[in-house]
């Protein structure tokens, strides 16, 4: 495997070791994750770049499209090498004005679970996240459709996404869960947390330490988020990155695998320069220095 300056270099998901930055293909639809992507070709390119890379995890879901995400995947990669992992998402559905909604019902994740089958072209989904949404649904009743479906094969391991830390602990104490995606960045500090509602009562620095501490995977979404230049942390990034001749977003990178060894970013893209980019971050060394004053101007 590769070398990434902040080590581990992988981590284990399962019986899966997979490097620690991975893809995500939120990005390969067009505008505002619908429809057809702009440039279908450069599209393939980047899946086959990830590939050619040693990126092994690649994080998807029915909805980004819809459907088209996962049907890019399947025509370019399908049939998959038997080391990749395709890291699905449930709880989550599109409206033809291309809004979010949530589709959490142990009918509905049931439905999205078999979109994701027939999209991949797979007889399990090995790596799935119950993306929580607020709705009318309890949690442990969504979590629990997700235990049914493992049950039955559909589902190799259950993950979470956007949970709370209680949420995860209810999880825990119920059912093995492989890793949680949720927002983490170097933008966003416990300060600007609790300007944002549904992420009001996380405490996100002990999930993380939760993660490394019983052996899943953090996967932050929105890994290269950049601070505003009236952020404490603009100047700082800027600073780093010129330091290193490097971008700032290949700095987020590095810090957030500085971070833990629980981290495994999985920033996405339809370009296969900024792949490229995003890729060679693992190989930028951070000082503790930099890495103490990222954390400190986090806010």
């Not at 049950?151 to 949680?180: D, W």
């Not at 810090?255 to 970013?265: F, I, Q, T």
């Amino acid at each position: 495997m590769t070398t990434f300056a902040h080590a581990p270099a992988t981590i284990r998901i399962g019986s899966r070791e997979v490097s620690r930055v991975g893809f995500g293909a939120m990005q390969l639809p067009g505008p505002m994750v619908w429809g057809e992507p702009r440039d279908p070709a450069e599209a393939r390119a980047v899946l086959r770049r990830v590939m050619d890379c040693g990126i092994r995890l690649i994080d998807t879901s029915w909805y980004y499209g819809p459907h088209v995400a996962n049907r890019l995947i399947a025509e370019t990669l399908h049939p998959y090498p038997d080391d990749l992992l395709l890291a699905t998402k449930l709880g989550g559905a599109r409206t033809p004005d291309k809004n979010w909604i949530a589709a959490i019902s142990p009918e509905a994740l049931r439905r999205g679970c078999e979109e994701d089958l027939r999209d991949l072209r797979v007889e399990r989904c090995e790596y799935v996240h119950l993306r929580y949404i607020e709705s009318d649904v309890p949690f442990l009743e969504s979590l629990d459709a997700m235990i049914a479906m493992r049950a039955e094969g559909k589902i190799g391991h259950i993950a979470l996404s956007n949970v709370t830390l209680a949420q995860l602990e209810q999880a825990m104490a119920r059912t093995p869960i492989a890793g949680v995606q949720n927002l983490y960045n170097v933008v966003l500090g416990e300060r600007s947390l609790a300007r944002i509602p549904h992420m009001a009562v996380q405490d996100q620095e002990t999930i993380v330490d939760l993660c490394a501490a019983n052996g899943m995977a953090f996967l932050p979404f929105f890994p290269l988020a950049l601070p505003g230049a009236s952020q404490p942390a603009s100047t700082l990034l800027a600073d780093i990155a010129k330091r290193h001749r490097a971008s700032q977003a290949q700095v987020a990178i590095a810090w957030l695998l500085a971070r833990s060894p629980a981290m495994l970013p999985i920033p996405g893209t339809s370009s296969v320069a900024h792949l490229n980019e995003n890729w060679a971050a693992r190989e930028l060394a951070l000082s503790a220095e930099e890495i103490a004053a990222i954390a400190q101007a986090r806010a």
